[in-house]
């Protein structure tokens, strides 16, 4: 059966901000599979790098890819590293400055990535990849080419370390002597969603929209 618990390393154990820490696996899987993009944090030549990327998702797997020249790629699988997702629903408006908040969902992932070199795998993870961002666009677009892969770094990171924080809810000042002060408080929600679809100005025009992509159409993100 699989875990619902997420385990607590020394790492993942939540120091700050503690009650806004959740422990359940479903937690991180909702985030995980809400997200468009992650930040891989990796140090590369000694420096730390927090490089904005796509992910693909496959049960306990997380898969990373990019061009084999990508440096953060070349130096994580010699490395821990870190990866974020993150969901923005609101500004948190108190009535001391100091009270302001976010309202979020947020995961963080810690390990060590496997460089994938197999090709069926290498496939299968790209798929993953490709099916989390847009579902239906693997198979609807022209696959990978034997030289396209070559070119093509792909990553698997375990979900085994991972913390999970969320903030829900008003500003914490209203019980406060500042709730006496004539000033607004409240949540101002942010919520994204995908636009309607813009053709390449060179589309063909007897190329119809594909069902896939016109269900997104105005649908929320995350
Ligand atoms: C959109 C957004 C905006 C934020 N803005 C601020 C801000 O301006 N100032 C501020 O102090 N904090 C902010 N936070 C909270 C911040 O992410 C940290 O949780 C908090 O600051 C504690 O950081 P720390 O360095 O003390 O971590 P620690 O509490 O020492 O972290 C210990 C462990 O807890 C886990 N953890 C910590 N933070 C998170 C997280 N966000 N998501 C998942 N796991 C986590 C990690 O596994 C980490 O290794 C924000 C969070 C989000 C998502």
């Known amino acids: 059966m699989p875990d619902t618990t997420l385990s607590v390393t ?3 154990r939540h120091r700050r901000l503690r009650e806004q820490g959740s422990t359940e ?3 991180l899987d909702a985030i995980l599979a809400a997200g468009v993009i992650c930040h891989l944090g990796v140090v590369v030549d000694g420096d730390p790098m927090v490089v904005p990327t796509v992910y693909g998702l ?3 797997t997380l898969y990373l890819h990019g061009s084999v020249a990508s440096r953060s790629l070349i130096s994580a699988p010699q490395a821990t590293i870190c990866v974020t997702v993150t969901h923005v629903d609101g500004l948190v408006l108190a009535r001391s400055v100091f009270e302001h ?3 979020y ?3 963080m ?3 060590t ?3 994938v070199t197999g090709r069926e795998e290498k496939l299968a993870g790209l798929r993953c990849l490709s099916e989390h961002i847009v579902p239906g666009q693997w198979d609807y677009a022209r696959q990978p080419s034997k030289k396209e892969l070559a070119q093509t770094t792909l ?3 375990a979900l085994a370390e991972a913390s999970v924080k969320i903030r829900t809810g008003p500003p914490d000042d209203g019980d406060s002597p500042d709730a006496a002060l004539p000033v607004w408080a409240g949540v101002l929600p942010l919520a994204a969603a995908w636009g309607d679809p813009e053709p390449d100005p060179v589309l063909p025009p007897e190329i119809p929209l594909p069902p896939h992509i016109a269900a997104r159409t105005r649908r929320p993100i995350g």
């Open 10 to 12: 020394d790492r993942t």
């Open 25 to 27: 696996r479903g937690d």
């Open 58 to 60: 496959d049960g306990d």
């Open 101 to 103: 908040a976010v309202n």
């Open 105 to 107: 969902r947020s995961a």
């Open 109 to 111: 992932i810690y390990g």
């Open 113 to 115: 990535p496997r460089l």
């Open 155 to 157: 990553l698997a990171l």
